[in-house]
């Protein structure tokens, strides 16, 4: 008897400990890591212009709007523990549209750069903040029909996701995206972590008891698949040992768009083909993009 006392006390403490680990590591996993901006808008445009503007659920975002043309716009979204424009990739693709002719909104996402918030939720919740910037644009006076979201990595993902809040923007770009939260979490997890593969499923409970983020509620294939009327050109490097290249192939087959494009570029890794294939990226993003307006 004294030995089954002992082994339940030490299992006892064995859940306990898991616990408290699982809110710790959950608390810590679904904060943000803020960029500071290190680059000016003028590397974009003398007549950049500073807006913030406020999402459905009350935050204030902050960023840059660039005019160019009143026909046409684009807004771009950053990735995870980036800035409206602190990578090359970002940088390259805002001025590729901006020589193209669009005018760009760039803005740091919730919990990011100078914007309000503190945690993510992998599109849950930022797909708010996409749509808020479309409602910006739409009140500069562009058409719905002449907006295009543009994103990268994480933010890739939830420029698809933003198409189920604003189902009438023209098309979108997801450039290294996740197609389920569920799968990347599972996928990605233990490496963000450093812990074994069977904490995650009581970080993932954690995070959402504790934070009300669930990965279940985060599937930018189903957005796709349920708006058909958006094309998607989705580019991912065969490479990308983050977000492994299943998922845009996923994205692809989620789509019956006739006009969606994936493009699997190879000898790179994750957001690497703007950098590998600067030329061919670019005229596959401008003729994708000129092709959808509407």
Same mark, same amino acid.
Request: charged fraction near 20%; proline fraction near 4%.
């Given at each position: 008897?004294?030995?089954?006392?002992?082994?339940?006390?030490?299992?006892?403490?064995?859940?306990?400990?898991?616990?408290?680990?699982?809110?710790?590591? &959950?608390?810590?996993?679904?904060?943000?890591?803020?960029?500071?901006?290190?680059?000016?808008?003028?590397?974009?445009?003398?007549?950049?212009?500073?807006?913030?503007?406020?999402?459905?659920?009350?935050?204030?975002?902050?960023?840059?709007?660039?005019?160019?043309?009143?026909?046409?716009?684009?807004?771009?979204?950053?990735?995870?523990?980036?800035?409206?424009?602190?990578?090359?990739? +970002?940088?390259?693709?805002?001025?590729?549209?901006?020589?193209?002719?669009?005018? $760009?909104?760039?803005?740091?996402?919730?919990? %990011?750069?100078?914007?309000?918030?503190?945690?993510?939720?992998?599109? =849950? %919740?930022?797909?708010?903040?996409?749509?808020?910037?479309?409602? $910006?644009?739409?009140?500069?006076?562009?058409?719905?029909?002449?907006?295009? $979201?543009? @994103?990268?990595?994480? @933010?890739?993902?939830? +420029?698809?996701?933003?198409?189920?809040?604003?189902?009438?923007? &023209?098309?979108?770009?997801?450039?290294?995206?996740?197609?389920?939260?569920? &799968?990347?979490?599972?996928?990605?997890?233990?490496?963000?972590?450093?812990?074994?593969? =069977?904490?995650?499923?009581?970080?993932?409970?954690?995070?959402? *008891?504790?934070?009300?983020?669930?990965?279940?509620?985060?599937?930018?294939? +189903?957005?796709?698949?349920?708006?058909? =009327?958006?094309?998607?050109?989705?580019?991912?490097?065969?490479?990308?040992?983050?977000?492994?290249?299943?998922? &845009?192939?996923? $994205?692809?087959?989620?789509? +019956?768009?006739?006009?969606?494009?994936?493009?699997?570029?190879?000898?790179?890794?994750?957001?690497?083909?703007?950098?590998?294939?600067?030329?061919?990226?670019?005229?596959?993003? *401008?003729?994708?993009?000129?092709? =959808?307006?509407?």
């Amino acid at each position: 008897m004294r030995v089954l006392r002992l082994g339940a006390t030490a299992l006892a403490a064995l859940l306990v400990a898991g616990v408290v680990v699982a809110v710790y590591v &959950a608390d810590e996993v679904t904060r943000v890591d803020r960029a500071p901006l290190t680059r000016s808008f003028l590397v974009l445009s003398p007549t950049t212009e500073t807006v913030a503007f406020r999402t459905s659920d009350g935050l204030t975002l902050r960023g840059w709007f660039v005019p160019v043309s009143k026909d046409k716009a684009a807004v771009l979204v950053h990735g995870k523990d980036t800035n409206r424009l602190s990578g090359d990739h +970002a940088l390259r693709v805002a001025r590729w549209l901006r020589d193209a002719g669009y005018s $760009l909104l760039l803005f740091d996402m919730r919990g %990011h750069g100078e914007s309000d918030g503190d945690r993510f939720s992998l599109g =849950q %919740h930022e797909r708010k903040d996409v749509a808020a910037a479309v409602d $910006l644009l739409v009140g500069f006076g562009f058409p719905p029909g002449r907006i295009v $979201l543009v @994103g990268e990595s994480m @933010g890739a993902a939830i +420029a698809i996701q933003g198409v189920a809040v604003r189902h009438d923007v &023209a098309a979108v770009v997801a450039d290294s995206a996740y197609a389920d939260g569920k &799968a990347i979490v599972d996928e990605a997890g233990p490496g963000e972590t450093g812990l074994p593969d =069977q904490f995650t499923a009581a970080i993932v409970l954690a995070a959402k *008891i504790l934070f009300g983020l669930d990965a279940s509620a985060v599937d930018p294939a +189903a957005v796709v698949r349920a708006n058909p =009327q958006v094309p998607v050109l989705i580019v991912h490097c065969d490479g990308d040992t983050l977000i492994d290249p299943h998922h &845009a192939r996923d $994205l692809r087959d989620a789509s +019956a768009n006739a006009n969606t494009r994936l493009w699997m570029a190879t000898g790179c890794g994750h957001v690497g083909a703007s950098a590998r294939y600067p030329e061919e990226y670019r005229s596959r993003l *401008i003729t994708f993009l000129d092709a =959808q307006l509407r």
